[in-house]
Nanobody
Framework: QVQLVESGGGLVQAGGSLRLSCTAS????????MRWYRQAPGKQRELVAD???????NYVDSVKGRFTISRDNAKNTVYLQMNSLKPEDTAVYYC??????WGKGTLVTVSS
């Protein structure tokens, strides 16, 4: 049974930083691309960043230069370092693998 558990969300002021973590179990995560999505209130879920098994990364334009995705294959964990946070980054952040397994999400709230 594949499980993804996110952590690290919280309330932060604009300009602040948070680091999200997502740990996978029941799957050898290191051989797959892992993704972070987010869903803001009233909006569709969007892909924020992904990282391939080889470490190649991609980001949505709105977070380039501010967010960094990384992974620790020994821990089956993917991270999202978020710096210079803006109120528009407020959302529930979800971890995804294989485009079908999802975590329950972690809430990030950025106050202005």
């Amino acid at each position: 049974q594949v499980q993804l558990v996110e952590s690290g969300g919280g309330l932060v002021q604009a300009g602040g930083s948070l680091r999200l973590s997502c740990t996978a179990s029941g799957i050898i995560a290191r051989i797959y691309t892992m993704r972070w999505y987010r869903q803001a209130p009233g909006k569709q879920r969007e892909l924020v960043a992904d990282i391939t098994s080889g470490g190649d990364t991609n980001y949505v334009d709105s977070v380039k230069g501010r967010f960094t995705i990384s992974r620790d294959n020994a821990k089956n964990t993917v991270y999202l370092q978020m710096n210079s946070l803006k109120p528009e980054d407020t959302a529930v952040y979800y971890c995804n693998i294989l485009l079908k397994f999802w975590g329950k999400g972690t809430l990030v709230t950025v106050s202005s």
